[in-house]
């Protein structure tokens, strides 16, 4: 058989014509050739080939191999010819998608779109299919729709490239968003048209419409804001409400929409009765005091909903994983009334087979899992395991942490608990910038780990170069020194303070070189509490000068130059917030004490207590109280805290918009504004914080109201012109380099003499 006569057999069974039986003499393959591919290995094509060497090749296996070929999608074109007892399969590839670009598209990322058309199967190494190219295109199309960019304009180009291959470019004219002109909501009996149109998203153009982009018609925001609608109405009675329909006009010109929403308020019912019913293994009356949902109340669906999950909760922490619990409501439409029964299957109980880490790729996992309550092989219990991913967090080592507890596959009583955590880096070398009005920079600085190689130990050297400070410090913490928790560290420094080589900090001129060790260990009292005691001995050297406050120089000629002192320090410390890094809820509180025990050169005392309480507003919003009071004095023979022991306030962790340090008494044997400190401190935050679009778990904004002051001994605590106040606002951010935190603030009550700093940040970067 001659090479064309083999061409025509092929051809003629790949389009189903009949050929003759003996068209073709059937022959043994003594070899396979293949020809005309580009990308494509000739092992991939014999390992689809359905025929080898030593074959009888005939009409049969000819339609075989040619329907085998066309079937990987690889080829435009299949030729089988024959060379004698040679086989010569002649390929014709069809081109692959070297590369796909885009230009002018604004609203999407990149990114994004790439991994949608992948998984329609447009993508870079895919071979390329002109249907799917529009497919592509065409959905492209729609969501911009869905931005209300009706103008969208997507051209797309297919460029031939070098070895077969392709080149895809999606030009995009994007166009401006659709405006809305009016939103109109028929049918509102109830309640104000405008008071329902404040519960939307989208809205008419504003003075903030440039920013907010509210005006800017999206179908997605639209459902969003029906869904808001549907909840305030349910939320108050109206059991029956109801969209009935939605109209969404747009101008000749695509750039004006008008929506129309109709609704059928319904009336508003009561709730008549509640009943409990199905397998109550708890007592009814313990399940009747989680439900908040009463006879005699207006229906709420918020409230509705509340006491099914607090049921539910209540079970999973008695190991009910899967519990399910429905209200089903018996409805009087002539009084408007509704009876609630709810019904409650708890499931089996459920325990857990194992608890897996993931994402640890440094953090070994006997640091996380000493972190977890819910054990492997006990009952399931929610809060426990809510509580280990709340201390897993607040290791401070992880970025993220998230639990998954999926049930195990052909089991009905056992989960497995997933906890996922996404690491970050734990070394830090702090950077504090502060600059004044004068501008006048403040550099300090330190380098810690606190997750040595991975074992959950703390290891801080503190190097501060600036003029102010320059210290060196070295602490040590082993936060499970014992196995049920009791930490361990050590501590040692050197610290010289010296304010007049600042030009920055305003306080009566001295020095001190202080030089120290200490020991101190941490003692757990229950899941959020704990105590901790420490014994250090330290050795201060006091130079004074000619310009030293006279207060300074008395200390210095009653107590000499040199001092050493015998610090003991405790502390008990309460930790309720829901997060290490942004906490939206709990209680933060820490009292700490510092004693210098008699056997030293000074006896003195110091008590600080901390608090700080987050209130959820909203899913977005949160409200943060702060306060910082201190107050210290000496004992025995000493009358007075030493003054460089003194309480400082001022500056972006206390009073944003007043230098640091630079609040409190005023040296009083001076012309210069050269503030002393005092033994008392009274400081007070009030802060809405908020999240950023897209940055919920790395910044957050805050609006502030700060107040406080620092007092010296024989001085009330007033109300008067004492205490300083400003407002402003606030950027926390965990950046690339560290975590940054500025601020912009105003004086409220400046009075003269007052060293303001209107901006004011703290940068930190990480290794």
Same mark, same amino acid.
């Given at each position: 058989?001659?090479?064309?006569?083999?061409?025509?057999?092929?051809?003629?069974?790949?389009?189903?014509?009949?050929?003759?039986?003996?068209?073709?003499?059937?022959?043994?393959?003594?070899?396979?050739?293949?020809?005309?591919?580009?990308?494509?290995?000739?092992?991939?094509?014999?390992?689809?080939?359905?025929?080898?060497?030593?074959?009888?090749?005939?009409?049969?296996?000819?339609?075989?191999?040619?329907?085998?070929?066309?079937?990987?999608?690889?080829?435009?074109?299949?030729?089988?010819?024959?060379?004698?007892?040679?086989?010569?399969?002649?390929?014709?590839?069809?081109?692959?998608?070297?590369?796909?670009?885009?230009?002018?598209?604004?609203?999407?990322?990149?990114?994004?779109?790439?991994?949608?058309?992948?998984?329609?199967?447009?993508?870079?190494?895919?071979?390329?299919?002109?249907?799917?190219?529009?497919?592509?295109?065409?959905?492209?199309?729609?969501?911009?729709?869905?931005?209300?960019?009706?103008?969208?304009?997507?051209?797309?180009?297919?460029?031939?490239?070098?070895?077969?291959?392709?080149?895809?470019?999606?030009?995009?004219?994007?166009?401006?968003?659709?405006?809305?002109?009016?939103?109109?909501?028929?049918?509102?009996?109830?309640?104000?048209?405008?008071?329902?149109?404040?519960?939307?998203?989208?809205?008419?153009?504003?003075?903030?419409?440039?920013?907010?982009?509210?005006?800017?018609?999206?179908?997605?925001?639209?459902?969003?804001?029906?869904?808001?609608?549907?909840?305030?109405?349910?939320?108050?009675?109206?059991?029956?409400?109801?969209?009935?329909?939605?109209?969404?006009?747009?101008?000749?010109?695509?750039?004006?929409?008008?929506?129309?929403?109709?609704?059928?308020?319904?009336?508003?019912?009561?709730?008549?009765?509640?009943?409990?019913?199905?397998?109550?293994?708890?007592?009814?009356?313990?399940?009747?005091?989680?439900?908040?949902?009463?006879?005699?109340?207006?229906?709420?669906?918020?409230?509705?909903?509340?006491?099914?999950?607090?049921?539910?909760?209540?079970?999973?922490?008695?190991?009910?994983?899967?519990?399910?619990?429905?209200?089903?409501?018996?409805?009087?439409?002539?009084?408007?009334?509704?009876?609630?029964?709810?019904?409650?299957?708890?499931?089996?109980?459920?325990?857990?087979?194992?608890?897996?880490?993931?994402?640890?790729?440094?953090?070994?996992?006997?640091?996380?899992?000493?972190?977890?309550?819910?054990?492997?092989?006990?009952?399931?219990?929610?809060?426990?395991?809510?509580?280990?991913?709340?201390?897993?967090?607040?290791?401070?080592?992880?970025?993220?942490?998230?639990?998954?507890?999926?049930?195990?596959?052909?089991? *009905? =009583?056992?989960? #497995? /608990?997933?906890?996922?955590? +996404? &690491?970050?880096?734990?070394?830090? %070398?702090?950077? !504090?910038?502060?600059?004044?009005?004068?501008?006048?920079?403040?550099?300090?600085?330190?380098?810690?780990?606190?997750?040595?190689?991975?074992?959950?130990?703390?290891?801080?050297?503190?190097?501060?170069?600036?003029?102010?400070?320059?210290?060196?410090?070295?602490?040590?913490?082993?936060?499970?020194?014992?196995?049920?928790?009791?930490?361990?560290?050590?501590?040692?420094?050197?610290?010289?303070?010296?304010?007049?080589? *600042? =030009?920055?900090? #305003? /306080?009566?001129?001295?020095? +001190? &070189?202080?030089?120290?060790?200490? %020991?101190?260990? !941490?003692?757990?009292?229950?899941?959020?509490?704990?105590?901790?005691?420490?014994?250090?001995?330290?050795?201060?050297?006091?130079?004074?000068?000619?310009?030293?406050?006279?207060?300074?120089?008395?200390?210095?000629?009653?107590?000499?130059?040199?001092?050493?002192?015998?610090?003991?320090?405790?502390?008990?410390?309460?930790?309720?917030?829901?997060?290490?890094?942004?906490?939206?809820?709990?209680?933060?509180?820490?009292? *700490?004490?510092?004693?210098?025990?008699?056997?030293?050169?000074?006896?003195?005392?110091?008590?600080?207590?901390?608090?700080?309480?987050?209130?959820?507003?909203?899913?977005?919003?949160?409200?943060?109280?702060?306060?910082?009071?201190?107050?210290?004095?000496?004992?025995?023979?000493?009358?007075?805290?030493?003054?460089?022991?003194?309480?400082?306030?001022?500056?972006?962790?206390?009073?944003?918009?007043?230098?640091?340090?630079?609040?409190?008494?005023?040296?009083?044997?001076?012309?210069?504004?050269?503030?002393?400190?005092?033994?008392?401190?009274?400081?007070?935050?009030?802060?809405?914080?908020?999240?950023?679009?897209?940055?919920?778990?790395?910044?957050?904004?805050?609006?502030?109201?700060?107040?406080?002051?620092?007092?010296?001994?024989?001085?009330?605590?007033?109300?008067?012109?004492?205490?300083?106040?400003?407002?402003?606002?606030?950027?926390?951010?965990?950046?690339?380099?560290?975590?940054?935190?500025?601020?912009?603030?105003?004086?409220?009550?400046?009075?003269?003499?007052?060293?303001?700093?209107?901006?004011?940040?703290?940068?930190?970067?990480?290794?």
């Amino acid at each position: 058989m001659n090479r064309k006569l083999g061409a025509i057999l092929a051809a003629g069974v790949l389009s189903g014509i009949s050929l003759p039986a003996a068209a073709v003499d059937a022959f043994v393959i003594r070899d396979i050739r293949v020809e005309g591919i580009q990308r494509t290995e000739a092992g991939t094509v014999f390992s689809y080939l359905p025929v080898k060497v030593g074959d009888t090749f005939d009409d049969a296996r000819a339609a075989q191999s040619i329907k085998a070929l066309f079937a990987t999608g690889f080829f435009r074109d299949v030729r089988l010819e024959s060379e004698g007892d040679v086989l010569v399969v002649v390929l014709q590839e069809r081109p692959a998608i070297a590369k796909i670009d885009f230009s002018g598209m604004k609203s999407f990322e990149k990114d994004q779109i790439l991994t949608a058309m992948k998984v329609m199967g447009l993508a870079e190494t895919q071979i390329f299919d002109r249907a799917l190219l529009e497919r592509a295109e065409q959905e492209l199309k729609r969501q911009y729709l869905t931005k209300g960019k009706y103008n969208a304009q997507i051209t797309t180009t297919v460029t031939p490239l070098e070895r077969n291959r392709v080149g895809i470019n999606f030009n995009v004219v994007e166009g401006e968003s659709a405006t809305i002109k009016s939103i109109r909501i028929v049918g509102a009996e109830s309640f104000r048209e405008k008071d329902l149109l404040d519960l939307f998203e989208q809205t008419t153009p504003s003075w903030i419409s440039w920013y907010t982009k509210s005006d800017q018609y999206s179908r997605q925001k639209l459902s969003a804001d029906l869904e808001k609608l549907r909840s305030f109405y349910m939320n108050r009675g109206y059991l029956e409400f109801a969209v009935d329909s939605t109209q969404v006009a747009i101008s000749p010109d695509k750039e004006s929409i008008f929506v129309t929403i109709n609704i059928n308020e319904g009336g508003r019912y009561q709730i008549s009765a509640v009943k409990l019913a199905g397998n109550l293994i708890l007592p009814e009356d313990e399940l009747r005091a989680l439900a908040p949902l009463k006879p005699g109340q207006v229906f709420s669906r918020e409230v509705l909903n509340d006491s099914t999950k607090r049921i539910s909760d209540k079970l999973a922490e008695q190991g009910y994983a899967f519990a399910n619990v429905n209200a089903a409501p018996e409805i009087d439409k002539e009084k408007k009334q509704v009876a609630f029964t709810i019904f409650v299957d708890p499931g089996k109980r459920v325990y857990v087979r194992r608890v897996n880490v993931t994402g640890n790729t440094r953090t070994r996992d006997e640091v996380i899992r000493r972190e977890m309550r819910q054990m492997e092989g006990g009952w399931f219990n929610s809060e426990q395991v809510n509580l280990s991913r709340e201390r897993v967090d607040k290791l401070g080592y992880f970025s993220d942490v998230t639990v998954e507890t999926p049930p195990v596959a052909s089991t *009905s =009583d056992q989960v #497995d /608990v997933n906890l996922n955590v +996404t &690491e970050k880096p734990t070394g830090n %070398i702090m950077l !504090g910038v502060g600059f004044s009005q004068t501008d006048k920079v403040m550099l300090s600085g330190s380098i810690s780990q606190e997750n040595i190689f991975g074992s959950g130990k703390h290891l801080t050297l503190g190097v501060n170069t600036s003029k102010l400070n320059r210290n060196i410090s070295l602490s040590y913490t082993d936060p499970y020194f014992t196995m049920n928790g009791v930490s361990q560290g050590f501590d040692l420094y050197h610290r010289r303070f010296d304010p007049e080589a *600042s =030009d920055t900090l #305003d /306080v009566g001129d001295y020095k +001190t &070189e202080s030089t120290g060790a200490g %020991i101190r260990f !941490g003692f757990p009292l229950s899941e959020r509490q704990s105590i901790s005691v420490g014994l250090a001995i330290d050795q201060t050297k006091i130079t004074t000068y000619d310009e030293s406050p006279r207060r300074y120089k008395d200390f210095v000629d009653e107590y000499g130059k040199s001092n050493i002192t015998l610090p003991f320090t405790a502390s008990w410390t309460s930790d309720g917030k829901d997060s290490y890094i942004f906490p939206t809820k709990g209680t933060y509180q820490r009292v *700490s004490a510092e004693i210098a025990l008699p056997g030293g050169d000074l006896q003195y005392w110091k008590l600080n207590y901390k608090f700080q309480h987050y209130i959820p507003l909203s899913k977005s919003f949160t409200l943060m109280f702060n306060a910082d009071l201190g107050i210290g004095n000496g004992y025995g023979n000493d009358e007075n805290l030493p003054f460089y022991k003194n309480f400082y306030a001022g500056g972006i962790d206390s009073v944003r918009g007043y230098a640091a340090a630079s609040l409190g008494p005023l040296a009083d044997d001076r012309y210069d504004d050269e503030h002393l400190g005092g033994n008392r401190k009274v400081v007070g935050n009030v802060e809405l914080l908020w999240g950023l679009p897209g940055y919920d778990k790395s910044m957050r904004m805050g609006w502030f109201l700060d107040a406080g002051q620092v007092y010296n001994k024989g001085k009330k605590y007033e109300y008067d012109d004492s205490l300083r106040m400003s407002t402003g606002l606030s950027l926390s951010w965990i950046s690339p380099v560290g975590p940054l935190k500025l601020s912009v603030a105003a004086p409220i009550n400046k009075k003269k003499g007052d060293d303001t700093e209107t901006f004011q940040f703290q940068l930190g970067s990480t290794f």
